[in-house]
């Protein structure tokens, strides 16, 4: 019988295998290691995230027009207006969620899948990584961009991520990767004692980081870089 859906999972495991980032001449592995090594002279510091980032082949999450560019730090757009976030930002973000913590996280909580390749670095630092996005398309795409990298750990949710993710709550990390005028309240009720969020919140005319961690005597609320994101924005499509 012939089964349809054989060739496409042929050709996704093929992708990683086949697209190399083009015009270097340098196989995608070493162009990786040069991003990282960047990373850590930009400040990077956690060990464990630079590792997750060394591990994960960005250029797969880009269309192969732009492989090129993957490994340089910029944000590349990922189809519908959205973009996957430039590397040091998603390190400094992951760094700032794991707050220098040995163990492995738990429960992470991501808001804004896209194209996966966050949720993709996240599982290498947590248990379990639940990603919600409101776009249809994306959550469909970042499954099958995910599936060759067999993460058993992550589960993506299609649905608003402002009201965060009741079922797998409390999340000792949540990390959005778009930014509203302030925090849901649900993202502040599903984080656990010790927990630390990370995310853009627009401040002024820009946006900035913030980071809340959770201690057992209440809310601590920092205020970090400037950073640009997309809209967080409410419903789903
Ligand atoms: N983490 C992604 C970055 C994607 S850009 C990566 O690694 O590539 C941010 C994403 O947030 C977009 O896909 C956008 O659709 C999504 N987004 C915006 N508002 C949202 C909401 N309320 N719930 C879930 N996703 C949302």
Redo the contacts with the bound molecule.
Sequence with gaps: MISPQRPVQDALRERFREVRPVGLGLDSDLVRARMVERLRQQGVRDEQVLAAMLKIPRHA?VDSALANQAYEDTALP?G?G????KPSV?ARMIELMCGGRAAPLSRVL??????????A?LAQLARQVI?????KP?HDRARELLAPLRLHNVRLVY????LGHGPNAPYDGII???G?DELPAAWLDQLAVGGRLVAPVVRGGGQVLVLVERTERGLVHTEHEAVH????????T
């Excluded at 959205?82 to 976030?85: A, L, V, Y």
């Excluded at 649905?159 to 402002?162: F, L, N, V, Y």
Aim: proline residues 2%; aromatic residues 8%.
């Design positions: 999450f990922i519908l959205q973009t996957i976030s998603v991501e808001i804004g899948t896209g194209c996966g390749y966050q949720a670095v990603s919600v996005e409101r776009l994306l649905g608003d991520g402002r959005a990767a778009a509203g994101f997309v809209p967080l924005k409410s419903g789903t």
